[in-house]
């Protein structure tokens, strides 16, 4: 049994374990492989920190007590976009994949950011080895593409795909 939960502090080493598991797997999620669990604590932090302070929101699907998957709603937008969150780290562990709760994890996420008043979501995901099929299977419209925008994890360029999803009111 899966329960996704709004994340604090207490998360930081587990988040830490997935963000590294992650990137090892080839995830693009920002950073370079390796990722030392020094500058993966150090991202958690700032992370949870924000989320502290009201800017965005990690959450969190437990299996138990192990993390099994995360995903950021981040709602720190410019003071002319107040209705606008994008979609960050969304990551489920290896062990945990293909059971529907990266799924579950969007919702949820869908479902905070428009208890928050957020009417418009954006995400972008890696063109090679992202997650393009789940976005749109979730009903994520795809935008467009941008060639060779970074790197992946080991190495070589990828491009990146742009989508969003009118959600709450403007669902
Ligand atoms: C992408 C990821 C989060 C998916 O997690 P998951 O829990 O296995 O996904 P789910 O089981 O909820 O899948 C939901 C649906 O999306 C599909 N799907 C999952 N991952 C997919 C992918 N990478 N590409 C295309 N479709 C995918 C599933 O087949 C499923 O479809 P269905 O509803 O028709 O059966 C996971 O593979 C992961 O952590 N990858 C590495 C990090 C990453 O790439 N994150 C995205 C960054 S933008």
Same mark, same amino acid.
């Given at each position: 049994?899966?329960?996704?939960?709004?994340?604090?502090?207490?998360?930081? #080493?587990?988040?830490?374990?997935?963000?590294?598991? +992650? &990137?090892?797997?080839? *995830?693009?999620?920002?950073?370079?492989?390796?990722?030392?669990?020094?500058?993966? #604590?150090?991202?958690?932090?700032?992370?949870?920190?924000?989320? $502290? @302070? /009201?800017?965005? &929101?990690?959450? =969190?699907?437990?299996?138990? $007590?192990?993390?099994?998957?995360?995903?950021?709603?981040?709602?720190?937008?410019?003071?002319?976009?107040?209705?606008? /969150? #994008?979609?960050?780290? !969304?990551?489920?562990?290896?062990?945990? %994949? /293909?059971?529907?709760?990266?799924?579950?994890?969007?919702? %949820?996420?869908?479902?905070?950011?428009?208890?928050? =008043?957020?009417? !418009? !979501?954006?995400?972008? +995901?890696?063109?090679?080895? =992202?997650? $393009?099929?789940?976005?749109? *299977?979730?009903?994520?419209?795809?935008?467009?593409?941008?060639?060779?925008?970074?790197?992946?994890?080991? /190495? *070589?360029? +990828?491009? +990146? @795909?742009?989508?969003? %999803?009118?959600?709450?009111?403007? =669902?």
């Amino acid at each position: 049994m899966i329960a996704i939960e709004v994340l604090d502090e207490a998360a930081e #080493e587990q988040l830490s374990d997935i963000l590294i598991e +992650t &990137v090892a797997g080839g *995830g693009s999620v920002s950073f370079m492989h390796p990722l030392s669990r020094p500058d993966a #604590e150090a991202f958690w932090s700032g992370s949870l920190a924000a989320a $502290a @302070r /009201g800017g965005r &929101v990690v959450l =969190g699907a437990w299996d138990g $007590a192990a993390l099994a998957g995360t995903v950021t709603v981040l709602l720190d937008c410019p003071p002319n976009q107040p209705h606008r /969150g #994008e979609i960050a780290k !969304l990551m489920v562990r290896p062990s945990h %994949r /293909g059971r529907g709760i990266a799924a579950a994890l969007m919702r %949820r996420a869908e479902a905070e950011a428009a208890a928050r =008043g957020r009417t !418009l !979501l954006v995400l972008d +995901t890696a063109s090679e080895d =992202g997650a $393009a099929g789940l976005y749109e *299977g979730l009903g994520y419209q795809f935008v467009g593409e941008i060639p060779d925008y970074a790197l992946k994890p080991h /190495g *070589g360029l +990828t491009g +990146t @795909r742009i989508y969003f %999803r009118r959600i709450g009111a403007a =669902g």
